[in-house]
Nanobody
Framework: QVQLVESGGGSVQTGGSLKLTCTTS?????????MGWLRQAPGKERELVSA???????HYASFVQGRFRISRDDAEGRVYLQMNLLHPADTAVYYC??????????????WGQGTQVTVSS
């Protein structure tokens, strides 16, 4: 059974760090084109934060500005998002997602339940 489970969210102050973990099952990482982290803030549309391909190529949204790092551990079936220098604008529910393809096009059709990240000033 394909499943994505996020963990690691929480509340931090401006400038703090959090590391999100997406634990996968059902072989989704080995078959998906990309794994990604997306977020949705209250009253806003869901947006892509970062993505990583099976080969390890990474993509970051412009607002990340070098503060976050995505990584994957295929042996453990996990995808990580290390977030540093957090600020209140990063407050959102963060979702792990998979693009199973084909074709590959960041069509996120497999989702986790989300984890809340709250950054206070």
């Amino acid at each position: 059974q394909v499943q994505l489970v996020e963990s690691g969210g929480g509340s931090v102050q401006t400038g703090g760090s959090l590391k999100l973990t997406c634990t996968t099952s059902g072989g989704v990482m080995s078959t998906s084109c990309d794994m990604g982290w997306l977020r949705q803030a209250p009253g806003k549309e869901r947006e892509l934060v970062s993505a990583i391909s099976r080969s390890g190529s990474t993509h970051y949204a412009s607002f990340v500005q070098g503060r976050f790092r995505i990584s994957r551990d295929d042996a453990e079936g996990r995808v990580y998002l290390q977030m540093n220098l957090l600020h209140p604008a990063d407050t959102a529910v963060y979702y792990c997602a998979a693009d199973p393809g084909p074709p590959c096009g960041r069509d996120w059709t497999v989702w986790g339940q989300g984890t809340q990240v709250t950054v206070s000033s």
